[in-house]
């Protein structure tokens, strides 16, 4: 069973920091490193846009939006793609998905709700 798990969203006002957390689990990421991981956003009435990919060779790309306020890390020993975002904006609202794509493979999280008040 291919799971990935999102954590750490919350109401936050503008300004703040939040950081998200994927855990992925399942067979198919006994070799978690091999996975080029992601964090999609899609906010109220949007369609799904990317904010940030770290490859599986350790590279990163970033959004225009979030760059110099969100970074991208993996734990590959814990399964585990992060994404710290600070100086947190009204428009970065929105629910925030992990991705991992591979061949063969697309999966997607269920989804974690970030809320900035203004």
């Known amino acids: 069973q291919v799971q990935l798990v999102e954590s750490g969203g919350g109401l936050v006002q503008a300004g703040g920091s939040l950081r998200l957390s994927c855990v992925a689990s399942?067979?198919?990421?006994?070799?978690?490193?091999?996975?080029?991981m992601s964090w999609y956003r899609q906010g109220p009435g949007k369609q799904r846009e990317l904010v940030a990919t770290?490859?599986?060779?350790?590279?990163?790309n970033y959004a225009d939006s979030v760059k110099g306020r969100f970074t991208i890390s993996r734990d590959n020993a814990k399964n585990t793609v992060y994404l710290q975002m600070n100086s947190l904006k009204p428009e970065d609202t929105a629910v925030y998905y992990c991705?991992?794509?591979?061949?063969?493979?697309?999966?997607w999280g269920q989804g974690t709700q970030v809320t900035v008040s203004s």
């Open positions: 991705n991992a794509l591979r061949a063969g493979l697309n999966a």
């Open positions: 399942g067979s198919i990421f006994s070799i978690f490193s091999i996975y080029d």
């Open positions: 770290k490859t599986s060779g350790g590279t990163t």
